[in-house]
């Protein structure tokens, strides 16, 4: 069946900490990869996405994630990250068609001041 | 506002009423997809419209459920019966997908039902 896992549901991290979410999927075919970003109050924003090519992308905000193929995974991170990134993050996978996304339970970053 | 809108914000409605919500896509997007979005969990593939064609719907789709996009434009999600199970946030997003490539999804703010 198709999935995507994200690992953990909340994170604390204090300002200038740096992030890594995990993101595992289960899909046949060649995919395209995302993720997506809800700030509080607001609606989801796509922070960045792979189709092909360079394994490793770079999105808004100093946001990156790295594709690994063998490993099924494509976390996130951020070397460094500020009180605006506060929100809910999801990693999310669809087919080269881009017909139905799937996407994780999401994961709830708290970054204190 | 060249955004996905979606209308309305919030709904309130008792067990049994029907409810229609709206979606108005970017207009250059020619997908159109719903989804619903309950609390701790991702958002959750509904349906998809290519134009003005249905081309997939979800087992979550039950036959209460319907959707449509006439002419291509806005589209409109109705459920018939409501349910206490129905509460949830309705996702609407457009993408533009052109000779195959596919550029992601912008999101509307969503629709807030709640069935009492």
């Known amino acids: 069946a198709q999935s995507v896992s994200q690992h953990n549901h909340h994170v604390i991290l204090s300002e200038a900490a740096s992030l890594e979410l995990g993101c595992n999927y289960s899909y046949g075919g060649t995919v395209n990869l995302f993720w997506y970003v809800q700030y509080p109050g607001q609606h989801l924003q796509l922070l960045l996405k792979?189709?092909?090519?360079?394994?490793l992308v770079k999105g808004i905000k100093g946001f990156e994630a790295e594709f690994i193929k063998s490993k099924f995974s494509f976390n996130l991170r951020k070397p460094s990250v500020q009180w605006s990134d506060t929100a809910e993050y999801f990693c999310?996978?669809?087919?080269?068609?881009?017909?139905?996304?799937?996407f994780g339970a999401g994961t709830r970053l708290f970054v204190k001041a | 506002d060249t955004g996905v809108s979606q209308d309305p914000r919030h709904k309130i409605t008792k067990r049994g009423q029907n409810v229609t919500f709206r979606c108005d896509p970017i207009?250059?997007?020619?997908?159109l997809y719903w989804y619903r979005q309950t609390l701790g969990q991702g958002p959750e593939f509904l349906t998809y419209f290519q134009n003005e064609a249905q081309l997939e719907k979800s087992r979550l789709l039950s036959d209460r459920f319907s959707a449509e996009r006439p002419k291509g434009s806005f589209s409109t999600l109705e459920i018939q019966r409501t349910e206490q199970g129905d509460s949830a946030m309705y996702l609407c997003?457009?993408?533009?997908?052109?000779?195959?490539?596919?550029?992601?999804?912008?999101f509307g703010s969503g629709t807030r039902l709640t069935v009492v």
């Open positions: 792979y189709f092909s090519g360079d394994p």
């Open positions: 997003a457009s993408s533009l997908v052109l000779q195959g490539n596919y550029y992601g999804y912008t």
């Open positions: 207009s250059e997007h020619n997908r």
């Open positions: 999310a996978v669809t087919n080269t068609g881009g017909f139905k996304t799937i």
